[in-house]
């Protein structure tokens, strides 16, 4: 059954603390990944697309990178404004189905 | 520039009562998407539709049904509300690939 997970589930950090999140994935066929972010009460935004193992992308402090069984999106030297749930997302072959991983809670902490 | 349009925006319901969630949008896209996010379980795809007169179960369909009623709008149904149907829900349109999802600002709904 096609499957998206993501760790840790909730990450503290110090301003300026950098990290990483992780995004496993298994699907049948993959055509996409897609990292969001969530504020609370609001719906998802989107941040991310990659298509390919290998590829990356960069927005401000963030970078998202994908291998052929996860992906990882990496925050460098976090600020407040930055917590926030960061969710993965994947697309299978089939009619642009799309499925969420679990999330990760992130607190950056001044 | 609405975007994808949710409503109601809160609904309280008894166990046993009927109701249906609304969603349009407005940007012409061919996939939308019903989704539900319960506490530390991220979002789950209940269904999907990536065509005009098309629907899809995803991984969450029990006690659910859905219309595409044409291109811009997509309804959920709930025949007989659960109190395990409590959740919040969002909806979702997309181009059909690749593409970024826009999200409605949800339906909380508490099923008592």
């Known amino acids: 059954e096609d499957q998206v997970t993501q760790s840790p589930e909730a990450l503290r950090l110090q301003e300026g603390e950098s990290s990483s999140l992780n995004c496993s994935y298994t699907v049948s066929g993959l055509r996409g990944l897609f990292w969001y972010r969530q504020d609370p009460g609001k719906g998802p935004e989107f941040l991310f697309t990659l298509y390919s193992a290998g590829e990356e992308k960069e927005k401000e402090r963030l970078k998202a990178t994908l291998t052929k069984k996860e992906s990882f999106l990496h925050i460098t030297a976090p600020k407040p404004e930055d917590s926030a749930t960061y969710l993965c997302?994947?697309?299978?072959?089939?009619?642009?189905?799309?499925?969420f991983g679990p999330g990760t809670s992130l607190s950056v902490i001044p | 520039n609405a975007g994808v349009t949710q409503t109601p925006k809160f609904q309280v319901l008894k166990t046993g009562q009927s109701m249906t969630l609304q969603c349009a949008q407005d940007?012409?896209?061919?996939?939308m998407y019903w989704y539900r996010q319960d506490p530390g379980m991220g979002l789950r795809l209940i269904y999907y539709s990536a065509s005009e007169g098309t629907t899809d179960k995803g991984e969450v369909p029990n006690g659910y049904n859905v219309s595409r009623l044409n291109k811009r709008e997509f309804s959920l149904r709930l025949e007989s509300a659960a109190p395990s149907q409590t959740s919040v829900y969002f909806c979702?349109?997309?181009?059909?690939?690749?593409?970024?999802?826009?999200f409605g600002q949800g339906t909380r709904l508490t099923v008592v």
């Open positions: 997302a994947v697309r299978e072959t089939s009619y642009d189905k799309v499925i």
């Open positions: 979702a349109s997309k181009i059909v690939g690749n593409t970024e999802a826009f």
């Open positions: 940007m012409n896209h061919n996939s």
